[in-house]
C-alpha cells in the first residue's frame, strides 16, 4: 500500500489523529519522509484559565505553567511513539510543532514544500469522548496536496 | 519587548466617548433617549453626559501619546499596555447599560408579556446591563476575537472585580456582616464538603482516574473554574480532564445565570434568600455575581449577600485544595507531597484583607453616620416629616392588596406600615423590599412600597457614590470576564464530567434552593 515520498502527518493530539499516524506510516515508501506537524490549538488552550478571577496572579501562573508542561509531556510522548514507527520502516522523521489555530497552521506548513500527500485523521463521531477541536473545516479545501483522511478508530 | 502598542484604538475610544458626551450634552440625542426610556423619563442621563467626558479625555490623551509618543521596555510599559483594554472593557460596558440594554426592553416590550407570566422577555430572562454585558463580552471574544492592543487590558478585569469586592466592605453593618457570615459558614460548608464528597464518590464508582475525580470535585464543590486552576497542578490532572472540567464549569455556570433569576422570581425569594441560594448553588463565582445583578438589577442587596458566601467560598478553597493533595497522595504513588505552609499562603485570596479593612473604617463611622445603619427615622416622629407619611389613598391601596400577600411576616410588615403610614423598623423594611422585589403587588402597590422604603432610609453620600462606583466595577469586571469565556473551552463539556458534573449540579443547586426556602427569612 506504500504510495508516496513525502508525507505530511497533521495532528493534535486527538484519537482521531492516533489512527492517521499508522495509516501515515503504512503509506509511506521505504526511506521516505513523514513531516509530522503538531498542533497545539491555542484559542482552546488559552481559554482554559476561563473566567477565574478568585485566584491569586501567582495561582494562576503556576496553573499556567503547569498546563504548559502537561501538554509539552503529551507531545513529546506523541513525537517519540511516531518516530519509533517511523524508524522501525527506516523513514526520515521530522516534526515540527505550533500553537496556533489548527486549520491556519495546516495550510501554512503544507506550502512550505512539496508534499506528496496530506494525511490526517476524522474527525471524533458523535457520542465518543474527546476533546473537541478540528483541523478539518472549510478553509481546509484550500489545501493544494491530495490528502487522505483515515476512519476514527473504532469505525 | 514593549507592550504598548502603537495603535490608534485608544484614541478612536476616547473619541467615540466624546463624541457621546457631545450628543448627549448637545440634546441631540434626545430623540432616542426618548425612545429608549419608552415615555417615561430617561434615567442614565446623569451618567451619560459626565463619564463620557472624563474618560474620554483620558483616552483621548493617553492614546495620542501612545500613538505619536515613544515607548520603553519596563514596568510602566506593561501598565500601559493595558490602558486600551481596560477602556475597550469600559466602553462595552457603557454602551450596553446606556443604549444596548434599554433597546432589549424596547425590544421586549413591543413583543407583548409572555404567556400568563405576566412578564416582558428581558424580565423573565433577567436581561440587564450586566447579562447583557457579559454576553457582549462572550459575543467579541468568541466571535470578532479580543484585538491584540486590548488584549493586556482585559485581564484589568478582575482587578475591577476584586475592588468592587473590597469596596463592598463599606457597606455592610457589623450585625449584618456577622449574620451573613454566620450563614454563608453553615451553608458553604455543608455544601461544599457535600459536593467534593459526593463527586468523590460517583467518581471512585465510575472509575474515573484520581486525578479527574479530584479537580472535577475542587471545581464543582468550590468556586467552579477558580478552584479548578487552584486544584488542578496538585493533583496532577491531565489536560483533557482540565478541559473537560472547565467546559463542564462554564456551560453549567453560564445556564445557571440564565436559569437562577427565573426560578428565584418564580418563587418570590428574597434578596437574602437569592443572594444565599446563588451563593452556594451555583458552581462558578463570576456566575454568582451575575446573576445577583440579574436579579437586581437596580440595587446591590443581592449582591452583597451574593458576595459573602463568595469570599467564604474562596476563604474555604486552601483548605479543599490541601484536602484533595492529601487525598491524592494518599491513593497515588509517587505524588508529590504537600507543603502545607506553601498552599494556605499562595492560595490565601489577599484581596478579602482589603474588604475585611473598609469593612473596618466604615465601623468608624468614616464613610457614614453611626445612624445610618441604625435607620434615623425608624420609629422616630421627631425627624420624620409628615408630608412623608402615607396619604389615606395610598393607605387603601395597601389594604386592598393585603389579601395578595401569603407569608405572615410580609403581611404583619405591610399591616404595621399601612396602620402608622411609615416604615416602623429595618426588618419591617427588609421584608417590604422582598415583597416588592416578589412583584405579589400590583405596580401601583410596589410604587407606594419604594416611596415608604425611600422617606425612612437615607443613604449617606459617601456610600451611595460606594454603591455608584461597585456597580460600575462590576459591570465592567464582568464584561472583561465575558472576554474571557471562549465557545471553544464550553465546548470541551462531555465524558465523564458532564455527567458527575450534572448530577452533582443539579443537587447542589435544588438542594440549596429548598435549604433557603425553608430556612432563610428575609431579613438576617
Redesign the interface.
Known amino acids: 500500500m506504500e504510495s508516496a515520498n513525502n508525507i505530511l502527518l497533521a495532528s493534535h493530539g486527538t484519537e482521531g489523529a492516533q489512527a492517521a499516524e499508522q495509516m501515515a506510516i503504512e503509506l509511506c515508501n521505504k526511506g521516505g519522509h513523514v513531516h509530522h506537524l503538531i498542533v497545539v490549538?491555542k484559542?482552546?488552550?488559552?481559554?482554559?484559565?476561563?473566567?477565574?478571577?478568585?485566584?491569586?496572579g501567582?495561582?494562576?501562573d503556576?496553573?499556567r505553567r503547569?498546563?504548559e508542561d502537561?501538554?509539552s509531556q503529551?507531545v513529546q510522548e506523541h513525537q517519540a511513539r511516531v518516530s519509533e514507527a517511523a524508524k522501525a520502516k527506516d523513514l526520515n522523521y521530522t516534526t515540527e510543532v505550533i500553537v496556533g489555530e489548527p486549520e491556519e497552521c495546516l495550510i501554512n506548513t503544507s506550502k512550505k514544500e512539496v508534499f506528496d500527500l496530506l494525511v490526517m485523521g476524522s474527525p471524533r463521531p458523535k457520542g465518543v469522548?474527546?476533546?473537541?477541536?478540528r483541523m478539518l473545516t472549510d478553509s481546509t479545501r484550500s489545501l493544494g496536496v491530495p490528502t487522505v483522511i483515515v476512519p476514527y478508530p473504532d469505525e | 519587548m514593549v507592550y504598548t502598542k502603537k495603535s490608534p484604538a485608544l484614541l478612536i475610544i476616547g473619541i467615540v466617548l466624546l463624541a457621546i458626551w457631545y450628543l448627549a450634552q448637545s440634546g441631540m440625542m434626545n430623540g432616542y433617549l426618548e425612545h429608549l426610556a419608552m415615555g417615561k423619563k430617561y434615567k442614565m442621563m446623569s451618567e451619560l453626559t459626565t463619564l463620557p467626558l472624563y474618560f474620554g479625555v483620558i483616552s483621548a490623551v493617553l492614546g495620542a501619546w501612545q500613538l505619536f509618543g515613544s515607548h520603553k521596555e519596563g514596568h510602566f510599559d506593561y501598565y500601559s499596555s493595558t490602558i486600551a483594554g481596560g477602556m475597550f472593557i469600559l466602553l462595552i460596558a457603557m454602551l450596553v447599560r446606556w443604549f444596548v440594554a434599554p433597546e432589549v426592553a424596547v425590544v421586549s416590550h413591543a413583543m407583548g408579556k409572555v404567556g400568563e407570566t405576566g412578564k416582558y422577555i428581558h424580565k423573565l430572562l433577567g436581561l440587564n446591563y450586566v447579562v447583557l454585558g457579559i454576553l457582549a463580552g462572550i459575543i467579541v471574544v468568541n466571535v470578532f476575537k479580543v484585538p491584540e492592543w486590548a488584549q493586556n487590558g482585559v485581564r484589568l478585569s478582575r482587578l475591577g472585580l476584586k475592588t468592587g469586592v473590597i469596596l463592598l466592605g463599606t457597606l455592610y453593618s457589623a450585625a449584618e456582616l456577622k449574620n451573613l457570615g454566620g450563614l454563608s459558614i453553615v451553608m458553604i460548608g455543608f455544601f461544599v464538603l457535600g459536593s467534593v464528597g459526593m463527586t468523590l464518590w460517583i467518581g471512585a464508582r465510575r472509575n474515573i482516574p484520581n486525578s479527574m475525580g479530584g479537580v472535577l470535585s475542587a471545581g464543582m464543590g468550590v468556586c467552579g473554574v477558580s478552584a479548578t486552576v487552584a486544584a488542578a497542578p496538585v493533583v496532577q490532572a491531565k489536560s483533557v480532564e482540565i478541559a473537560y472540567t472547565i467546559g463542564t464549569i462554564l456551560l453549567w455556570g453560564v445556564g445557571c445565570m440564565f436559569v437562577f433569576p427565573i426560578v428565584g422570581h418564580l418563587f418570590g425569594m428574597s434578596y437574602i434568600q437569592f443572594g444565599a441560594w446563588a451563593g452556594t448553588g451555583i458552581l462558578n463565582s463570576a456566575q454568582v455575581a451575575g446573576a445577583a445583578l440579574a436579579f437586581q438589577p437596580d440595587g446591590i442587596e443581592t449582591l452583597k449577600v451574593a458576595e459573602i458566601f463568595n469570599i467564604t467560598r474562596v476563604l474555604v478553597l486552601p483548605i479543599i485544595v490541601l484536602w484533595l493533595a492529601v487525598w491524592y497522595v494518599r491513593r497515588e504513588e509517587g505524588a508529590a507531597q504537600v507543603n502545607v505552609g506553601e498552599v494556605i499562603f499562595n492560595k490565601f485570596p489577599v484581596f478579602v484583607l482589603g474588604f475585611i479593612l473598609l469593612f473596618a473604617l466604615s465601623t468608624t463611622g468614616i464613610f457614614a453616620p453611626a445612624n445610618h445603619y441604625k435607620g434615623k427615622y425608624f420609629n422616630n416622629t421627631t425627624d420624620f416629616k409628615e408630608s412623608k407619611l402615607l396619604k389615606a389613598e395610598d393607605k387603601a391601596t395597601l389594604q386592598s392588596e393585603l389579601g395578595k400577600v401569603e407569608r405572615e411576616d410580609r403581611k404583619a410588615a405591610l399591616g404595621r406600615l399601612i396602620e402608622n403610614g411609615k416604615v416602623m423598623s429595618i426588618d419591617d423594611d427588609d421584608v417590604l423590599r422582598g415583597l416588592v422585589n416578589s412583584k405579589v403587588l400590583s405596580k401601583d402597590a410596589n410604587h407606594i412600597l419604594k416611596h415608604a422604603h425611600k422617606a425612612v432610609r437615607h443613604t449617606a453620600k459617601k456610600v451611595k457614590a460606594f454603591r455608584h462606583w461597585i456597580v460600575w466595577l462590576f459591570a465592567f469586571g464582568l464584561t472583561g470576564l465575558g472576554m474571557q469565556i471562549t465557545v471553544a473551552s464550553m465546548k470541551q463539556a462531555g465524558g465523564q464530567p458532564a455527567v458527575i458534573g450534572g448530577i452533582v449540579g443539579a443537587t447542589k443547586a435544588i438542594l440549596s434552593l429548598v435549604v433557603v426556602l425553608m430556612l432563610i427569612s428575609d431579613k438576617v
Request: aromatic share 14%; net charge negative; hydrophobic share 35%.
Open positions: 490549538p484559542r482552546l488552550w488559552e481559554g482554559m484559565t476561563g473566567d477565574d478571577w478568585l485566584n491569586n501567582s495561582t494562576r503556576t496553573f503547569y498546563l502537561q501538554l503529551e469522548a474527546g476533546l473537541k477541536s
